[in-house]
Antibody, heavy 115, light 107 residues
Framework: EVQLVQSGGGFIQPGGSLRLSCAASGFTVSINYMSWVRQAPGKGLEWVSV???????YYVDSVKGRFDISRDNSKNTLYLQMNSLRVEDTAVYYCARGRDNWDNWGQGTLVTVSS | DIQMTQSPSSLSASVGDRVTITCQASQDIGNYLNWYQQKPGKAPKLLIY???NLEIGVPSRFSGGGSGTDFTFTISSLQPEDIATYYCQQYDNLPYTFGQGTKLEIK
């Protein structure tokens, strides 16, 4: 069974850093496209980032230079390193399997950026 | 960025009704469109990919159509478990973008 289990959210002050983790089971992260999608409280969905099978990475403009998507093949885990966090980054962050459509999702983790 | 506009933003219908949601792209996206269902407090669920292809396990009362800039999502006979927010999503160009969502309620 395919499963994505997320961890690492929480409360952080503006300018701070957090790393989100997404542990996969039932499939191999390194041979799949993997993405992050977020949802601000009471708002719609926003694509954040994708890592391709060849390691190429892409980001929405609002997080470029601040967020870094990566994976650890030995742990079959996807990460999102978030630096220089802003209030507007407050959201539930979901990891998902796929490049341009997402058939399996993590449970979501809330990141709250506030002073 | 490609803007996706869904209508209506909210919809109230009765069990058994036929329900249709529209999604308009700000430019031609071909057939690069998906539909998701999201229930409160849950992750989104992929229902339809590539405009009209049902994801495995999705009931046949769900369907999608369209091409270019105008797309539709239809529930042929609304069931109580269909209460959710529905999103369209384009993947013609990065950044991939979603519609603002359509909240579906039971009348």
């Amino acid at each position: 069974e395919v499963q994505l289990v997320q961890s690492g959210g929480g409360f952080i002050q503006p300018g701070g850093s957090l790393r989100l983790s997404c542990a996969a089971s039932g499939f191999t992260v390194s041979i799949n496209y993997m993405s992050w999608v977020r949802q601000a409280p009471g708002k719609g969905l926003e694509w954040v980032s994708v890592i391709y099978r060849d390691g190429a990475t892409y980001y929405v403009d609002s997080v470029k230079g601040r967020f870094d998507i990566s994976r650890d093949n030995s742990k079959n885990t996807l990460y999102l390193q978030m630096n220089s966090l802003r209030v507007e980054d407050t959201a539930v962050y979901y990891c998902a399997r796929g490049r341009d459509n997402w058939d399996n999702w993590g449970q979501g983790t809330l990141v709250t950026v506030s002073s | 960025d490609i803007q996706m506009t869904q209508s209506p933003s909210s919809l109230s219908a009765s069990v058994g009704d036929r329900v249709t949601i529209t999604c308009q792209a700000s430019q031609d996206i071909g057939n690069y469109l998906n539909w998701y269902q999201q229930k409160p407090g849950k992750a989104p669920k992929l229902l339809i990919y590539d405009v009209s292809n049902l994801e495995i396990g999705v009931p046949s009362r769900f369907s999608g159509g369209g091409s270019g800039t105008d797309f539709t999502f239809t529930i042929s006979s609304l069931q109580p478990e269909d209460i959710a927010t529905y999103y369209c999503q384009q993947y013609d160009n990065l950044p991939y973008t979603f519609g603002q969502g359509t909240k579906l309620e039971i009348k």
